[in-house]
């Protein structure tokens, strides 16, 4: 099964290599595809590449790694990665769908979603505020190019 990220999707997990866990606001999925292959394949579904993306990105805020990426900009679907889209841990998000991200420890961090969904994840709190903080300003100026 091929997934395009949509409006609903809030997270895309790894569970594998080869495997992904997928939540949208109503449903989970399993999709076999990691995480980035479903961004790839959902950038092109959406007329462009990863590396476009990317390098899109890159022209708005600047060279920097673990790049923020426009999904689809009429609906403005931006997903950022909690570590480099390269390694087999990196969770992608939906930045528009986070209400909130909650310190738990050191090392990790929960997430709650705009529809009160929950996850806990590996990642620092400091490192998740950033990457949403860079996923919301690249929403941004999009969003302010287009008026």
Do not use: H
């Not at 999709?31 to 462009?48: A, R, T, V, W």
């Not at 969904?117 to 400091?126: C, G, K, T, V």
């Amino acid at each position: 099964m091929n997934y395009e990220i949509n409006e609903g999707t809030l997270a895309i997990m790894p569970m594998d290599s080869r495997t992904s866990r997928v939540l949208e606001d109503e449903v989970e999925y399993v999709i076999e595809e990691n995480p980035y292959q479903i961004m790839e394949e959902s950038c092109k579904y959406f007329g462009s590449s990863y590396r476009g993306r990317k390098e899109g990105a890159k022209s708005i805020l600047g060279d920097g790694y673990k790049m923020p990426i426009l999904i689809e900009d009429s609906r403005n679907i931006v997903f950022f990665p909690t570590s480099s889209p390269e390694d087999k841990s990196c969770v992608w998000l939906a930045s528009r769908k986070i209400k909130n991200i909650e310190f738990i420890d050191e090392l990790s961090s929960k997430i709650i979603f705009d529809n009160n969904q929950e996850i806990e994840l590996p990642f620092s709190y400091r490192s998740l505020q950033n990457q949403l903080l860079r996923a919301t300003r690249l929403e941004s100026v999009v969003r302010n190019r287009k008026k």
